[in-house]
């Protein structure tokens, strides 16, 4: 089967005025089509910088990037990448920062617009359509922004600390809906967390990085059994520990080998 994403041998460095600033070296990553998979480690380790590569928005200095096959030279309306920072349009109401990207591609149907508003109510945002931004919480307006993305139904998703900002409850609620919603679609995901346990419950291989240079340090893959159960209940399956903290320990030691 035809990988949707291929990272070959990228490396980025970002230039400064008197240096430059090594944030990827040497990555390979392939990703097959319907995979979940997440990318963890330290702050610093090139998980952002990975993400901009693949949804085109930042050219590698050195290697090559293929989306279901061909180059990268861009951004494409089939990948949703939601940002670090939330990004809504402070003078467009929830319901018009939701229905954006349909509107952009040309895709705004009554269908496409009921679909989009029911996912916000899944999100537990109803009401808010009317809201603007500055009137929400960060963590409401973080599930905005994540609607936003989905509401386009890309093919790739990528996504970058999706819940951090949400109260603990919301999250595994979230992660839930999320998961749900993409095996559904049959949607390719990378994700970016700091949480391991979200990490385990949510994907199907967890990519370890390390910094200075950011390279995969070692990938962990989730038994069957844990990544065919919801996000919620995973956690408490035989297995979800004994992997927690062998990642965990890896981390560890990742972090000595820096000092
Ligand atoms: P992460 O998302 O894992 O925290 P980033 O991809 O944001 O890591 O950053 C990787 C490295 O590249 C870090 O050392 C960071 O300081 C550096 N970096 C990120 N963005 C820029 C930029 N726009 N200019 C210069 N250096 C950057
Ligand atoms: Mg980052």
Excluded at 66 to 72: C, E, I, Q, T, Y
Excluded at 128 to 146: C, D, F, I, T
Excluded at 185 to 197: E, F, K, M, N, P
Aim: glycine letters at 8%; one cysteine or more; a negative charge.
């Amino acid at each position: 089967m035809l990988p949707v994403v291929e990272l070959k041998d990228i490396t980025h460095a970002y230039l400064g005025d008197r240096e430059a600033n090594l944030a990827i070296e040497d990555l390979n990553l392939t990703v097959g089509k319907g995979e979940f998979i997440s990318l963890v480690g330290p702050s610093g380790c090139g998980k952002t910088t990975i993400l901009s590569i693949i949804a085109g928005l930042l050219q590698p200095s050195r290697g090559e990037v293929l989306l279901s096959g061909r180059p990268v030279t861009g951004p494409s309306p089939e990948v949703g990448y939601m940002l670090q920072q939330d990004y809504l349009f402070p003078w467009r109401t929830i319901q018009d920062n939701v229905l954006l990207g349909l509107e952009l591609t040309g895709r705004l149907t009554g269908s496409s617009r009921a679909q989009s508003l029911q996912l916000l109510a899944d999100m537990g945002l109803a009401g808010k359509e009317k809201a603007y931004p500055a009137q929400l919480s960060g963590g409401m307006r973080q599930r905005v922004a994540l609607v936003r993305t989905l509401a386009t139904d890309p093919g790739l998703l990528l996504l970058d600390e999706p819940f951090s900002a949400l109260d603990y409850q919301i999250k595994l609620q979230l992660e839930d809906l999320v998961s749900e919603t993409l095996l559904r679609r049959g949607t390719t995901a990378i994700l970016v967390t700091h949480d391991l346990s979200e990490a385990i419950a949510v994907s199907s291989r967890v990519i370890l990085l390390q910094r200075n240079p950011g390279r995969v340090r070692k990938v962990f893959h989730v038994p069957e059994a844990i990544r065919s159960t919801p996000p919620l209940y995973a956690r408490d399956l035989p297995g979800f520990a004994e992997l927690f903290h062998e990642i965990w320990k890896e981390m560890e030691l990742a972090g000595r080998d820096e000092m």
